[in-house]
T-cell receptor
Framework: AQTVTQSQPEMSVQEAETVTLSCTYDTSENNYYLFWYKQPPSRQMILVIRQEAYKQQNATENRFSVNFQKAAKSFSLKISDSQLGDTAMYFCAFMKPYTGTASKLTFGTGTRLQVTL | EAGVTQFPSHSVIEKGQTVTLRCDPISGHDNLYWYRRVMGKEIKFLLHFVKESKQDESGMPNNRFLAERTGGTYSTLKVQPAELEDSGVYFC???????????????FGPGTRLTVL
């Protein structure tokens, strides 16, 4: 079974600064997907960024980037130039690849990020 | 295109009562998932439908929970009788069934916050 651990329940960052959210996971799989989801207050959860385990290059999406360390089973999210709209709950998640049927997500406990002026 | 919708957004019931949650997936999405987040904990998988069939119900906590997806469209999750520990946010997600790709992105609904008193 897979487990995902987020050790930072809450974090705060000032607008325009950079913040890094941590995530570690445990799996015996060699191929898998890792995700960061964002849930703003009272809004739907949306996918922020995805990383395929077989790709060594770290994924980036505009101000969001990841530091994927497969051997260490670490998958941190870096948010650059933080904006007030980044205030949200962030969940790290794991998924096994499609093998004839779609897979479920395994989530961490989440990190609540507050962006301040 | 409409996203995943869930009804109700909030439900407050007393212990022993019955509650039914509804999820309408994105049109054309064969995969439908139910997840639950108990306060402060991780989001946990409950079950997965492919069309009207239960593909994986390994996360269902006990037989007080009954999920259905008649006709392969919307799904309902009934809790009967509700207990205090059933309180939490119930999320629904849907994804396409594409055998040609290695993963299927899950799109989440806003969740139903269930409070059992």
């Amino acid at each position: 079974a897979q487990t995902v651990t987020q050790s930072q329940p809450e974090m705060s960052v000032q607008e325009a600064e950079t913040v890094t959210l941590s995530c570690t996971y445990d799996t015996s799989e060699n191929n898998y997907y890792l995700f960061w989801y964002k849930q703003p207050p009272s809004r739907q959860m949306i996918l922020v960024i995805r990383q395929e385990a077989y790709k060594q290059q770290n994924a980036t999406e505009n101000r969001f980037s990841v530091n994927f360390q497969k051997a260490a089973k670490s998958f941190s999210l870096k948010i650059s130039d933080s904006q007030l709209g980044d205030t949200a709950m962030y969940f790290c998640a794991f998924m096994k690849p499609y093998t004839g049927t779609a897979s479920k997500l395994t989530f961490g406990t989440g990190t609540r990020l507050q962006v301040t002026l | 295109e409409a996203g995943v919708t869930q009804f109700p957004s909030h439900s407050v019931i007393e212990k022993g009562q019955t509650v039914t949650l509804r999820c309408d997936p994105i049109s054309g999405h064969d995969n439908l998932y139910w997840y639950r987040r108990v306060m402060g904990k991780e989001i946990k998988f409950l079950l997965h439908f492919v069309k009207e069939s239960k593909q994986d119900e390994s996360g269902m906590p006990n037989n007080r929970f009954l999920a259905e997806r008649t006709g392969g469209t919307y799904s309902t999750l009934k809790v009967q009788p509700a207990e205090l520990e059933d309180s939490g946010v119930y999320f629904c997600a849907s994804s396409q069934e594409k055998a040609a790709i290695s993963y299927n992105e899950q799109f989440f609904g806003p969740g139903t916050r269930l409070t059992v008193l």
